[in-house]
């Protein structure tokens, strides 16, 4: 009977180190602050398709627009992109969900994405995203 006591006592530990390990503090998405967020990581931008299409927020897209599209941060973080290879950066809104293409990390409007290429045929970019609000 002591045995089958302290197994329990020593799995109801285990549980609780678990829950609250889950319940600590981690810089995600959700509770980043200001700076530095990823670095060299992939950028792209909208097809003109999605003009006037409603973003996960529910605002109108406008690729004349200066934002963007992120998986989790939240909505209205703006974050500065700069572009490694020329390091031109631009300043975007977050007001969409994605990208879902595989190994891309943000999708920006084009405007914002043609203000940091060199060229007007490059497709997608390597950046680093900072956090600025």
Do not use: W
Request: glycine fraction near 6%; proline fraction near 2%; charge should be positive.
């Amino acid at each position: 009977m002591k045995s089958n006591y302290r197994l329990t006592y020593y799995i109801s530990i285990c549980i609780l180190m678990l829950f609250l390990g889950g319940c600590s503090a981690s810089k995600n998405a959700n509770n980043s602050t200001k700076g530095n967020y990823k670095t060299n990581v992939t950028a792209s931008y909208y097809h003109k398709k999605f003009n006037g299409k409603r973003t996960a927020s529910g605002e109108k897209f406008h690729n004349s627009g200066m934002t963007a599209a992120h998986k989790s941060l939240p909505f209205n973080t703006k974050v500065k992109v700069t572009n490694l290879k020329n390091n031109k950066s631009v300043k975007v809104r977050i007001n969409d969900r994605g990208p879902f293409a595989k190994g891309r990390e943000i999708d920006l409007s084009k405007k914002a994405f043609m203000k940091i290429a060199d060229h007007k045929n490059d497709g997608l970019l390597q950046v680093d995203i900072k956090i600025i609000k």
